[in-house]
C-alpha cells in the first residue's frame, strides 16, 4: 500500500473539541502517526457533542469525536500529576509536533509551556490555538465561537436588515480555524525537517477569521469609504443573479455580470435579447428588471434544482442548487468521486464519513483506524514504546493518571 | 535569520477570484517564490477592465474599485483583487499561442509546483494538463482545483464560492430557521477553506517529494473541503436518518447564546454561558431579580427557558452600547464580543495592540492597510515582501530573468501581444460576444 505523504511525522494531540483535533486530523489522515492525550476522566469533550446513534448519549458514539479523531490513536494521561507531566515529556522527546488549544497560560501553569518542551526537544513544533493568540489584551477573554465570529465583521453583514444577524452554520468558523493551524504547522514542519527549526506556532482564531477572504473590511481600509449600511447590502433577488425559487426548492444563480448574462440568455433560447436595448447594459438591465423577469422567471420555475443545474451550466453559467448536507451523499458527483467512506468502528459499527478534501494520487488519503475508544492505546504506547511494564500501567491506572 | 519554510521553491500560480490567490498568498507568506500567470490579451475574472455596478446582494464585491472609477488600470484597482493576492510575482502569458505554450513549459521545466483553478476540461484544451507537463518536468506537483474537482459529472462545471456553499448544504443550514432561502445573504466561505485545503495540500506533497523524489497530481474539489467542515448535520442523517434545520444563533448546550440588541441603532452584541459559574457570574453583574431565578440555575433549566432568557437578557443590553456590555461580562468571566461591523477589526484594541493590521506600499492605489497574515510563527515570521502585483509587472523578471530571453526577444513577445501589461476594452468577454458587442 502507499505510504501517505505525512508518513514519519510523529503528533502528539493535546486538542479538545474542534480547532486542535482538526488540525491534528488534517495530519493524520494524510499519514501522520498521531497520538491523542486525553483527560482519564471523559476525555475529549467531543466525545460527548454527539449527534448519537438513537439519541443516546455514548462517548464511543460522538458523530463529532468519531470524524475528527480518525488515524489517531488514544492515551489517558493526567498531566496535572508530576508522573503524567513526566509521561508526557517522554512522549515529547520523540515527537516532531505538539497541537494544544487551551487557553493562553494552562499548558505554562502545568509545567508544559513551550520552554519546558522546547528543553526536552529543542527542534519540536508547538502548535497553540486560542480565541485571541498568546498576546494583547483580549488573550485571557472567555470566548465561544460565536462572541469570535462576531468580532471578525463577517456576521454584521450576515442576516436581514430588521433581525439580528446570524452567525454561519455551527462549528464552521472552528474548522477554518483548525485548518488554518493545519497549514501552519505544515510549514513549521518544513522548516523542522529542511533546516533543523523547532518553533511555537500561535494561531489566533480571530486573526485567522480576519485575515483570510474578506473583501469589505479591505475595500474600507484601502478606500476609507464606508460599505452601504445593512439594509443595502442584503440579498434580494434579481432574475439574473440571486436565489430563486424553481419547482422543487431554489436555486443559486450568478449570471449578473457581462460574460454570463449573455451566457444566460443563450441557454434559455434567447441570444438575441443581448442586442435588445432594454437589455444590453447592465444599467438598461436594472431599469427593464420586470421585463426580463417576465421572460426568465417562467423558465426557472417549470423546472427542477437539477434540470436547471444541468442546463445552464451546460453553457458554462455560474449557478448551484440549494442543497441539505445530506442531498450531497447521494449526488450523482459525490458518488462518482467516492467522496463517502464507510468506516468500521468496533463501538459505533459501519458509518458512511465525509472522506478525502483532496485527492492526492501518489499518496493517497486513508483510514487506516477508526477513532480510538478511549485510552485504547495505553498499553501500545507507553509499554510498548516508552516500555514501561504491565505493573507500571496498573499502578497508574490505579492512581487515575491514566 | 531563518531561511524560510518553503524557501527556493517556486510555484506558478493560474487561479482567479479568490480561493487560489488567497492560498498561494500562503505559500507566498511561507517563503516560496509564487509566479502568478495572468491571462492574456483576455481579461481574467480577478482583473475587471471597467467599473460596472454590481448585482444588489452580491457580498463578493468583485469588480470593486479603490477610489475613482475613471482612475487608469481599473484591473489593478479592485479591492477584490489586492485581498488575495501578496508575496507573489505577476507575468502575462497568450497560452493560446504556440509561443506562448513553449515558453510556459520552460517556465514548468523550471518550477516545484503549479496550480489551476480553472474548470476541468481548461488545462487539457490549452495543452497544459498533467500528462503533458510532466513530460517537462516529470517530478512536477500539480494541483486542480475546480468547484466541483477534477473528475466526475460535474468536472466542467462552473461557480463562485457562493454556489458551493449552496450545494454542500452550508447555506441552507445558515438562514433564519422561520424565513425562506431567498432571504439568506450569499457567503463565500468555501474560498477560505480552499485557500488553506490547497496550499495545505501543496506543502505535504512537496514534504513527499523532498523524501522520495516523486511528485504527484492533487484533485481538490472545493466543495469536498466543505463538506468535511460540517460533520454534525452530515452524522445526524447517517445516524438518525434526520435533516438538521437551520437553527440560527441558537447552540444546543448553551443559553444564552445569540446576538443581543445594544443600545445604538442596529447594534448588536453576542454572548454565551456555557457553564453554571458563568450563568452566576452574568446574573451577579444584571444584578436584576430575573436573573435570580431558581429555572435559570442549571444548563437543563436553562435550555429549556433559553427564550424567556433571552428576552429578559435583550432588555438588559439595550440600556448600553455593545463594547460597555462586553468589556462588563469579559471581566467577570463571561464570553462576549460586539457584532463589528466593516470598521470593527480596523479598529480594535487588541489586534491594534499586537499590531495585526500593517501598511503596504502600493505604486498606483497604496500606501494602505491590509490584515496581517494568519499564522504568526517565532523563527520564520510573515514579511510582505512583495506588494499586491500589476498586471505585467514581473513580465521581464520572468522572461529575461528566469528563462533568459533577451530584450529583442522580450519586445516582440509584447509585438505579437503573447505578452504585455494592459489591457484593451472589452477584454473580458467571450470570443463571441466581443464581435457582437
Redesign the interface.
Known amino acids: 500500500m502507499a505510504i501517505g505523504?505525512?508518513d514519519?511525522i510523529t503528533v502528539l494531540d493535546l486538542g479538545t473539541d474542534i480547532p486542535g483535533p482538526y488540525c491534528a486530523k488534517?495530519l493524520a489522515d494524510?499519514g501522520a502517526e498521531v497520538i491523542k492525550i486525553e483527560d482519564p476522566a471523559g476525555g475529549d469533550p467531543a466525545r460527548r457533542?454527539?449527534?448519537?446513534?438513537?439519541?443516546i448519549p455514548h462517548p464511543e458514539k460522538s458523530?463529532?469525536f468519531?470524524?475528527?479523531n480518525t488515524n489517531k490513536r488514544s492515551v489517558t494521561l493526567n498531566l496535572k500529576t508530576a508522573t503524567g507531566r513526566d509521561i508526557l515529556l517522554d512522549l515529547v522527546k520523540r515527537a516532531n509536533v505538539v497541537i494544544e488549544n487551551g487557553l493562553p497560560g494552562a499548558m505554562d501553569n502545568i509545567g508544559l509551556g513551550w520552554e519546558d518542551l522546547a528543553e526536552v526537544n529543542p527542534k519540536l513544533v508547538m502548535t497553540s490555538i486560542t480565541p485571541?493568540?498568546?498576546?494583547?489584551?483580549?488573550r485571557d477573554?472567555?470566548?465561544?465561537e460565536?462572541?469570535?465570529?462576531?468580532?471578525?465583521?463577517?456576521?454584521?453583514?450576515?442576516?436581514?436588515?430588521d433581525?439580528?444577524?446570524?452567525?454561519?452554520?455551527?462549528?464552521?468558523a472552528w474548522?477554518?480555524v483548525g485548518?488554518?493551524?493545519?497549514?501552519?504547522t505544515?510549514?513549521?514542519?518544513?522548516?523542522q525537517?529542511?533546516?533543523g527549526?523547532?518553533?511555537?506556532?500561535?494561531?489566533?482564531a480571530?486573526?485567522?477569521l480576519?485575515?483570510?477572504?474578506?473583501?469589505?473590511?479591505?475595500?474600507?481600509?484601502?478606500?476609507g469609504q464606508?460599505?452601504p449600511?445593512?439594509s443595502?447590502?442584503?440579498?434580494?433577488?434579481?432574475s439574473?443573479?440571486?436565489?430563486?425559487?424553481c419547482l422543487d426548492g431554489?436555486?443559486?444563480l450568478?449570471a449578473?455580470?457581462?460574460?454570463f448574462f449573455?451566457?444566460l440568455l443563450r441557454a434559455i433560447g434567447h441570444p438575441e435579447l443581448?442586442?435588445d436595448p432594454r437589455f444590453s447594459t447592465?444599467?438598461a438591465r436594472?431599469e427593464h428588471r420586470d421585463e426580463f423577469d417576465a421572460i426568465f422567471l417562467p423558465w426557472i420555475l417549470e423546472r427542477t434544482r437539477r434540470e436547471i443545474f444541468q442546463q445552464l451550466?451546460a453553457y458554462?453559467?455560474?449557478?448551484?442548487?440549494?442543497?441539505?448536507?445530506?442531498?450531497?451523499?447521494t449526488?450523482?458527483?459525490?458518488v462518482?468521486?467516492d467522496?463517502f467512506v464507510e468506516i468500521d468502528h468496533p463501538a459505533a459499527g459501519r458509518?458512511?464519513?465525509?472522506?478525502?478534501?483532496?485527492?492526492?494520487?501518489?499518496?493517497p488519503w486513508s483510514v487506516r483506524r477508526p477513532a480510538p475508544l478511549l485510552g485504547e492505546h495505553n498499553e501500545q504506547v507507553l509499554c510498548g514504546e516508552l516500555g514501561l511494564s504491565k505493573q507500571e500501567l496498573l499502578a497508574l491506572a490505579s492512581q487515575g493518571i491514566i | 535569520m531563518?531561511?524560510?519554510?518553503?524557501e527556493g521553491y517556486r510555484i506558478i500560480d493560474m487561479t482567479e477570484v479568490?480561493?487560489g490567490p488567497?492560498g498561494t498568498s500562503?505559500l507566498g507568506d511561507?517563503g516560496a517564490e509564487v509566479l502568478r500567470i495572468e491571462s492574456y490579451p483576455r481579461a481574467s475574472?480577478s482583473r475587471p477592465t471597467e467599473m460596472?455596478?454590481?448585482?444588489?446582494?452580491?457580498?463578493?464585491?468583485?469588480?470593486?474599485f479603490?477610489?475613482d472609477p475613471n482612475a487608469p488600470r481599473p484591473w489593478d484597482r479592485s479591492?477584490?483583487y489586492?485581498?488575495?493576492n501578496r508575496n507573489k510575482k505577476g507575468f502575462a502569458l497568450n497560452l493560446a499561442t504556440e509561443r506562448g505554450k513553449e515558453l510556459f513549459y520552460r517556465l514548468v521545466s523550471k518550477s516545484d509546483a503549479f496550480v489551476i483553478g480553472y474548470?476541468a476540461g481548461t488545462a487539457t484544451k490549452l495543452g497544459i494538463d498533467y500528462p503533458v507537463l510532466r513530460e517537462h518536468r516529470p517530478d512536477l506537483i500539480m494541483?486542480s482545483m475546480p468547484g466541483?474537482?477534477e473528475?466526475?459529472?460535474?468536472q466542467?462545471?462552473?461557480?463562485?464560492?457562493?454556489?458551493?456553499d449552496?450545494?454542500?448544504?452550508?447555506?441552507?443550514?445558515?438562514?433564519?430557521p422561520d424565513?425562506?432561502?431567498?432571504?439568506?445573504?450569499?457567503?463565500?466561505?468555501s474560498?477560505?477553506?480552499g485557500?488553506?485545503?490547497?496550499?495545505?495540500?501543496i506543502?505535504?506533497?512537496?514534504?513527499?517529494r523532498?523524501?522520495t523524489g516523486?511528485?504527484?497530481?492533487?484533485?481538490?474539489?472545493q466543495?469536498?473541503?466543505l463538506?468535511?467542515?460540517?460533520?454534525?448535520?452530515?452524522?445526524?442523517?447517517?445516524?438518525?436518518n434526520r435533516?438538521?434545520p437551520p437553527?440560527?444563533?441558537v447552540?444546543p448546550?448553551?443559553a444564552p447564546?445569540?446576538?443581543?440588541?445594544s443600545s445604538e441603532e442596529?447594534s448588536?452584541?453576542?454572548?454565551?454561558v456555557?457553564t453554571d459559574d458563568?450563568w452566576r457570574a452574568l446574573a451577579g453583574v444584571i444584578g436584576e431579580a430575573w436573573a435570580q431565578d431558581e429555572r435559570f440555575a442549571s444548563v437543563p433549566g436553562r435550555l429549556r427557558h433559553r427564550q424567556e432568557i433571552d428576552a429578559h437578557l435583550g432588555e438588559w443590553t439595550r440600556q448600553q452600547t455593545n463594547r460597555a456590555v462586553t468589556d462588563t461580562l469579559?471581566a467577570a468571566?463571561?464570553?462576549?464580543?460586539?457584532?463589528?461591523?466593516?470598521?470593527?477589526?480596523?479598529s480594535?484594541?487588541?489586534?491594534e495592540?499586537?499590531g495585526?493590521?500593517r501598511e503596504v506600499p502600493h505604486s498606483l492605489?497604496g500606501p494602505?492597510?491590509?490584515?496581517?497574515?494568519?499564522?504568526?510563527?517565532?523563527?520564520?515570521p510573515v514579511q510582505f515582501r512583495i506588494p499586491t502585483n500589476l498586471l505585467g509587472e514581473h513580465n521581464r523578471d520572468v522572461f529575461c530573468g528566469i528563462l533568459g530571453l533577451s530584450e529583442e526577444e522580450y519586445l516582440e513577445l509584447e509585438r505579437q501581444d503573447i505578452t504585455g501589461d494592459a489591457y484593451k476594452p472589452g477584454a473580458?468577454?467571450?470570443p463571441e460576444?466581443r464581435a457582437?458587442s
Not at chain 1, 141 to 144: L, V
Not at chain 1, 331 to 334: K, L
Open positions: 505523504a505525512l514519519g488534517m494524510y457533542a454527539g449527534p448519537f446513534p438513537g439519541d458523530g463529532l468519531l470524524h475528527l485571541f493568540g498568546q498576546e494583547g489584551p483580549y477573554y472567555a470566548a465561544e460565536i462572541t469570535v465570529f462576531a468580532m471578525t465583521s463577517r456576521m454584521y453583514t450576515h442576516g436581514q436588515p433581525r439580528e444577524p446570524l452567525r454561519f452554520a455551527p462549528d464552521i474548522f477554518q485548518q488554518t493551524a493545519a497549514l501552519a505544515m510549514g513549521a514542519i518544513m522548516a525537517e529542511r533546516f527549526i523547532g518553533q511555537r506556532v500561535d494561531i489566533s480571530l486573526e485567522a480576519v485575515g483570510n477572504v474578506d473583501a469589505r473590511t479591505i475595500f474600507y481600509t484601502i478606500s464606508e460599505p449600511p445593512r443595502q447590502t442584503r440579498q434580494t433577488v434579481s439574473a443573479a440571486g436565489v430563486l425559487p431554489y436555486v443559486l450568478i449578473g455580470g457581462e460574460r449573455r451566457r443581448a442586442q447592465p444599467v436594472a451550466q458554462s453559467v455560474m449557478c448551484a442548487p440549494i442543497m441539505t448536507v445530506d442531498e450531497a451523499f449526488d450523482p458527483q459525490e462518482a468521486r467522496f458509518l458512511l464519513y465525509p472522506g478525502a478534501p483532496f485527492i492526492m494520487d501518489e499518496t | 531563518a531561511p524560510l519554510p518553503l479568490w480561493a488567497m500562503f511561507l475574472s460596472r455596478p454590481l448585482p444588489p446582494g452580491s457580498g463578493a464585491a468583485v469588480g470593486r479603490a477610489g479591492s477584490s489586492h485581498l488575495a474548470s494541483v466541483w474537482g473528475r466526475g459529472p460535474y466542467d462545471y462552473v461557480t463562485l464560492g457562493s454556489g458551493l449552496a450545494y454542500a448544504g452550508h447555506y441552507y443550514l445558515r438562514g433564519y424565513l425562506d432561502p431567498t432571504r439568506t445573504p450569499q457567503i463565500f466561505h474560498d477560505a477553506t485557500a488553506l485545503a490547497m496550499s495545505f495540500a506543502v505535504a506533497a512537496l514534504r513527499h523532498n523524501r516523486q511528485g504527484q497530481f492533487i484533485d481538490m474539489s466543495v469536498e473541503v463538506l468535511t467542515h460540517m460533520p454534525r448535520p452530515a452524522m445526524e442523517w447517517v445516524m438518525n435533516v438538521v437553527v440560527g444563533n447552540d448546550t448553551m447564546h445569540g446576538a443581543y440588541p442596529d448588536w452584541v453576542t454572548i454565551a456555557r458563568q469579559e468571566g463571561v464570553a462576549a464580543g460586539p457584532v463589528y461591523s466593516i470598521t470593527g477589526p480596523p480594535d484594541p487588541h489586534l495592540a499586537v495585526y493590521y492605489i494602505y492597510r491590509r490584515p496581517g497574515p494568519v499564522w504568526h510563527m517565532s523563527e520564520t473580458d468577454l467571450d460576444d457582437s
